[in-house]
T-cell receptor, first 111, second 112 residues
Framework: QKEVEQDPGPLSVPEGAIVSLNCTYS??????FMWYRQYSRKGPELLMY????GNKEDGRFTAQVDKSSKYISLFIRDSQPSDSATYLC???????????FGTGTSLTVIP | KAGVTQTPRYLIKTRGQQVTLSCSPI?????VSWYQQTPGQGLQFLFE???????NKGNFPGRFSGRQFSNSRSEMNVSTLELGDSALYLC???????????FGQGTRLTVV
């Protein structure tokens, strides 16, 4: 079983829609969670970093961690064509030094 | 604040050759991790260095090696290149103390 599982999509939504991107992780000890956005032929860009459970909001983006179900989500409100990219979830175990990444979800926002 | 810098951005090499890629982390970051990204496999962890010591290594053959210098800059080397080594190689820097990682733009290696 992989440490992080992510639905690869692709996901296609109309502009203005709310987007939900999801990952599950295997180890209940994981406490640090990240979401990255990667445009084609570019390096991943850090969007959100959360510790433990709960929600974190930054503009149109909300990251949510549900430790009871080992589920992490990224919500994008009022999606824009510029949000079209691949989104990667990641986790870091406590006292760990290796990040575990999902395989990425490809998102297209249609104008 | 300068980001993570990877050089070169693009490389074309022939099978059997070797290649060295460079990564300069964010100032103050002591951890550098390397990843191979291909369309079918996603991000595959190569190795992680912290204060010039390799702390963790992924499941790659010994042709893949790395090192880190006292200024935290890191290099990775791939010897005896194979066609399957064609990929985007990414490095990520972090403080190394359970904080987030920041990526460079990557080096796109093509082996012909």
């Amino acid at each position: 079983q992989k440490e992080v599982e992510q639905d690869p999509g692709p996901l296609s939504v109309p502009e203005g829609a709310i987007v939900s991107l999801n990952c599950t992780y295997s180890n209940s000890a994981f406490q640090y969670f990240m979401w990255y956005r990667q445009y084609s032929r570019k390096g991943p860009e850090l969007l959100m970093y959360t510790y433990s459970s709960g929600n974190k909001e930054d503009g149109r983006f909300t990251a949510q961690v549900d430790k009871s179900s080992k589920y992490i989500s990224l919500f994008i409100r009022d999606s824009q064509p510029s949000d079209s990219a691949t989104y990667l979830c990641a986790t870091l175990p406590p006292r760990g030094n290796q990040f575990y990444f999902g395989t990425g979800t490809s998102l297209t926002v249609i104008p | 604040k300068a980001g993570v810098t990877q050089t070169p951005r693009y490389l074309i090499k022939t099978r059997g050759q070797q290649v060295t890629l460079s990564c300069s982390p964010i100032s103050g970051h002591r951890s550098v991790s390397w990843y191979q990204q291909t369309p079918g496999q996603g991000l595959q962890f190569l190795f992680e260095y912290f204060s010039e010591t390799q702390r963790n290594k992924g499941n790659f053959p010994g042709r893949f090696s790395g090192r880190q210098f006292s200024n935290s800059r890191s290099e990775m080397n791939v010897s005896t290149l194979e066609l399957g080594d064609s990929a985007l190689y990414l490095c990520a820097s972090s403080r190394g103390d359970e904080t987030e990682a920041f990526f460079g733009q990557g080096t796109r290696l093509t082996v012909v």
